[in-house]
């Protein structure tokens, strides 16, 4: 059965969501400022039968999995938090391997924490980094886009422990490879995101190909127009 158009749209503006944050928030190692340098990103469908955050447990909006060019990988996961709709934890590491044709390890060396009271860069927020130790393991394959479970545990430097437990629905990953090029300056990223969010909508709107490009005009001028001339 095919997701009704309202699950569509909600699942095309989480993946809008974390597109944005993988942009806009990817933390450096030492640095105070955001990188621009993610290069692949992969979104999974499916039902997370268990996530645990230092202690409280949640279930979740979305799962998806990040590369930058530098070599770090992230498995990030959406909360949902009635309380908190920026609450976002991520599974982060450098040290990735596939060890057999259908299953990938990434060793896990600190937890990327996101909250809507942490400070915000670009509008987005700026996550708390915890060190720590441990690991997720991805039953399936990026190269088919076919995945069954994504499982990881880790613990921070405070004993505070995290847990993932990922169950596919058997759809095929979204996956994306993102062509990189110069820094682009806040206007450019600001349009590059508007473009973004008007491509998704025309999908979620089932918009045909060929109507795809004027309706991504359409949206854009909607975007540029003040506040006050909107309907």
């Not at 430097?157 to 095929?172: A, T, V």
């Not at 090029?181 to 998704?200: D, K, T, Y």
Request: hydrophobic share 35%; glycine share 6%; aromatic share 6%.
């Amino acid at each position: 059965m095919r997701p009704s158009r309202c699950v569509r749209h909600r699942l095309t503006s989480v993946l809008a969501r974390l597109i944005a944050i993988a942009i806009g928030c990817w933390p450096a190692l030492a640095a105070a400022g955001p990188v621009y340098d993610v290069d692949l990103y992969a979104l999974m469908s499916g039902t997370c039968r268990n996530v645990n955050v230092a202690g409280s447990n949640y279930t979740c909006k979305a799962v998806a999995y990040f590369h930058n060019q530098r070599g770090r990988s992230e498995f990030t996961v959406v909360l949902d938090d009635p309380a908190d709709n920026s609450h976002i934890v991520s599974f982060s590491g450098e040290s990735a391997e596939r060890t057999q044709d259908n299953v990938f390890e990434l060793s896990v060396d600190r937890m990327l924490l996101k909250s809507r009271d942490r400070p915000r860069v670009d509008g987005l927020p700026v996550p708390l980094v915890e060190m720590s130790t441990g690991s997720c393991r991805q039953i399936g394959s990026f190269v088919t886009r076919q995945v069954s479970s994504v499982t990881c545990t880790a613990t921070d430097r405070n004993g505070k422990r995290y847990e993932l437990s990922f169950e596919s629905d058997g759809s095929p990953m979204t996956l994306r490879r993102l062509r990189q090029s110069s820094l682009p300056s806040e206007h450019q990223r600001a349009r590059l995101m508007a473009q973004v969010e008007c491509r998704l909508k025309a999908r979620a709107a089932q918009v045909l190909p060929r109507d795809t490009t004027a309706f991504i005009i359409r949206c854009l001028g909607e975007d540029d127009k003040p506040a006050g001339d909107q309907q």
